[in-house]
C-alpha cells in the first residue's frame, strides 16, 4: 500500500511539474508548482521527515507561492505572443520525446541497479525539529542567510519594477 501511495506521489508530481513548465498562464504554472510541492511534501511524509513535509507546506506552499503570486500580479505578467508562440505544438512535441527518452533511460538504469541497491538506514533523528533546527542554525546557516537576503531582494526588486511601471503610465 505505501508503495502505491509513493508511486502516486511520484507521479502526481512528474504531471503537476510538466504543467508547470508548459502552461503559458503564470498563476496557473504557479498553482501547478504549489501542487508539485504538495506532492513533495507527502514523499517527505513517506520518508518519516514529518517536519520537513509540513514545512515544505507552510514554507514553499504556502509562503513563497504567495510571493510568486504578489510578484505575479505586481508585474501584470501576460501571455506574449512571439515567435516561440508560433512553434508551440513542436516545443511540446519536442520537449515530451526528451521527457519521454530520459524516463527510459531512467528506467533501465534502475532496473540495472536494482539487485545491488540495498535500503540504507536513517538516522531516527532524521526530520524531527531538533535535527532540523541544529543543521539549519548550524551547518548550513551562511546558506540560509544568503537565501533569505535573495529573497528580500526579489521582493524588493517587483516593488521597484511595479513602481516604474505605474510612473509610465501617467498615474
Not at 24 to 37: D, I
Not at 48 to 60: E, G, K, M, R, T
Not at 75 to 91: P, S, Y
Amino acid at each position: 500500500m505505501e508503495l502505491l501511495i509513493f508511486y502516486a506521489f511520484c507521479v502526481g508530481a512528474v504531471v503537476s511539474a510538466l504543467l508547470m513548465v508548459t502552461t503559458k498562464r503564470p498563476v496557473r504554472a504557479a498553482m501547478s508548482l504549489v501542487a508539485t510541492m504538495s506532492f513533495l511534501a507527502g514523499l517527505y511524509a513517506l520518508l518519516n521527515a514529518h517536519l520537513i513535509a509540513v514545512l515544505q507546506l507552510i514554507v514553499y506552499a504556502g509562503a513563497i507561492m504567495v510571493l510568486f503570486l504578489f510578484v505575479i500580479m505586481l508585474l501584470n505578467i501576460e501571455e506574449k505572443e512571439g515567435k516561440l508562440a508560433k512553434n508551440v505544438f513542436f516545443i511540446q512535441l519536442a520537449g515530451t520525446v526528451v521527457v519521454g527518452v530520459l524516463l527510459v533511460a531512467m528506467v533501465v538504469v534502475m532496473n540495472r541497479l536494482g539487485p545491488s541497491v540495498t535500503a540504507v538506514e536513517v538516522d531516527p533523528s532524521f526530520g524531527t525539529t531538533k535535527a532540523v533546527g541544529w543543521m539549519l542554525f548550524t551547518k548550513y546557516l551562511l546558506p540560509f542567510e544568503i537565501a533569505s537576503v535573495l529573497l528580500l531582494a526579489a521582493i524588493v526588486g517587483a516593488v521597484i519594477l511595479a513602481k516604474r511601471r505605474i510612473g509610465n503610465s501617467g498615474a
